[in-house]
């Protein structure tokens, strides 16, 4: 209920911020038009543009400015400072454009009138919405909610009822789950005293705030207020304070608590596949084109393949053949062992910088990155994403430790948070994993391209092979 409230209640400000935005454009025309200062006019479909692109622009920068958010706002200069950055930001983009397309007759006075105007008509609005909002105290019209559970658990649900943006909402006390841990002023008894207060009080709904306490038994209580008409919330018990991976989702018409394990939804990882077939695409075509001389050079130098082909873990587990241009020895993995004493990584990887079994023309496709372009198939394929975390060889994986799993939880790329956190100088397996889990816990398409920049940046300056 609270959520399509606030889809309602966002809606309609909405609404209002466009009006105040419509306002504000022709409340600034007439200052201009009838102040004393030299003739003023401008163009019908110069004005409307400007209304219309300040309305879009504003609608989206106070959207990035949580004016269009789940929560009541802080403070009166919290809502007056996000409004101002909001307009700054439009006005930005309103002058940019009058700039790019040449407008150098356009009113600097109108466009200063209008930016204060707005300012000043879309604060006082949301501040008389907010004032609204927060007065109402009717009983009749308050939906009134009941919670039940431990008191340190009830105090995270009231104070996240009382941030929380809805059409009016009180919470009118808690029940105890037991009645020796009845404490506080809030506390209007334990939970044997559910039915009598639903008789007696009015209460639209109940919220279970469980601590996984197993001795409640929850379905009885469930049964009496869906007897009795009353709506129930709850909070499961295995959600701790900070934890930010559990959702609730429908399968059709059947509800699954979710427990994510990375910061991944359908559209990222949607965005992410448009941007890996993109990226694919076109280190391919460099690959092909690159492929002749590179083949030509690895044959020359030292007997075997061009291609070298390994075993890697991908996503949840899964083996695929990584590609890549061959850069070490023919006999490379028999050598492997005798060179592992002389590992320079702590823990399950394996790193050696003067490797003796890389040969001459592997050190320098290994030094331009250019070893890894046969990974834009993979890419292609689906095996990999050109950022994610490093792939790892089977044997490793099967060193690792429960925790190092999760960095398996996603495809690994080409390039990602490692690579261009300084490779050469992170000689701590733990730490990898740690920049891995922030990258996954932390997702935002916007990183991935901020990766792939500095991968960029980071091979043109040679800092270390990717």
């Known amino acids: 209920m609270f959520q399509q409230q ?29 102040s004393n200062l030299p003739s003023f006019s401008m163009p019908p479909n110069v004005f409307m543009a400007s209304i219309l692109v300040v309305i879009i622009a504003n609608n989206y920068f106070m ?16 809502l007056f400072s996000s409004i101002v950055k909001a307009v700054i930001l439009d006005f930005v983009l309103l002058s940019a454009g009058i700039y790019l397309l040449k407008q150098y007759d356009y009113s600097r006075l109108y466009l200063l009138y209008f930016a204060l105007l707005s300012i000043l008509f879309l604060f006082f ?5 907010n004032a609204y909002l927060n007065k109402r105290t009717n009983r009749f019209s308050l939906h009134q909610i009941l919670i039940v559970g431990s008191s340190a658990r009830g105090m995270i649900v ?4 009382e941030k929380q943006l809805s059409w009016g909402h009180r919470v009118i006390g808690r029940l105890s ?14 939970v044997e005293r559910l039915p009598e207060i639903l008789r007696t009080e009015a209460v639209d709904e109940v919220v279970f705030a469980l601590n996984g306490d197993k001795g409640i038994v929850l379905s009885e209580h469930l049964f009496e207020c869906r007897r009795m008409g009353v709506r129930v919330r709850i909070l499961p018990s295995l959600w701790q304070e900070g934890d930010q991976s559990i959702s609730v989702e429908k399968c059709q018409t059947v509800p699954f608590i979710t427990i994510k394990v990375a910061n991944f939804n359908a559209t990222g990882l949607l965005y992410k596949r448009v941007t890996d077939i993109a990226g694919g695409l076109v280190g391919t075509l460099l690959l092909f084109a690159m492929y002749p001389f590179i083949g030509l050079a690895i044959k020359l130098d030292s007997k075997g393949p061009v291609i070298f082909k390994q075993k890697r873990v991908g996503q949840h587990g899964r083996i695929f053949e990584l590609y890549k241009f061959r850069s070490m020895y023919e006999n490379a993995e028999e050598k ?24 001459r023309v592997g050190r320098f496709l290994r030094i331009m990155s250019l070893d890894e372009f046969p990974q834009f198939l993979n890419v292609l394929k689906g095996e990999m994403s050109l950022v994610g975390t490093r792939p790892p060889t089977v044997d490793e994986v099967k060193t690792y430790l429960p925790d190092h ?24 397996f733990d730490r990898v994993v740690a920049l891995d889990c922030r990258y996954l816990d932390n997702w935002r398409f916007q990183d991935d391209l901020k990766i792939l920049f500095k991968t960029v940046y980071v091979v043109l300056k040679r800092k270390g092979a990717i």
């Not at 799993?405 to 701590?428: E, Y």
């Open 336 to 359: 492997k062992q005798g060179l592992i004493a002389n590992n320079e990584m702590t823990g399950n990887m394996f790193k050696l910088q003067n490797d003796p079994r890389i040969t």
């Open 6 to 34: 606030v889809q309602i209640i966002n809606t309609f400000l909405m609404i209002l911020d466009a009006i105040c935005v419509i306002l504000a454009g022709y409340g600034a025309f007439f200052l201009r038009k009838f």
């Open 405 to 428: 799993l999760k960095r398996l939880s996603a495809k690994p790329g080409i390039t990602g948070l490692w690579q261009v956190s300084g490779r050469n100088q992170i000689k701590d």
């Open 158 to 161: 009231k104070e996240l009822l």
């Open 63 to 78: 959207g990035k400015c949580n004016l269009y958010g789940d929560q009541k706002y802080l403070s009166i200069f919290y």
């Open 125 to 129: 609005q949301r501040h008389l919405v």
């Open 177 to 190: 789950l037991h009645s020796e841990s009845c404490d506080g002023k809030d506390c209007l008894g334990s």
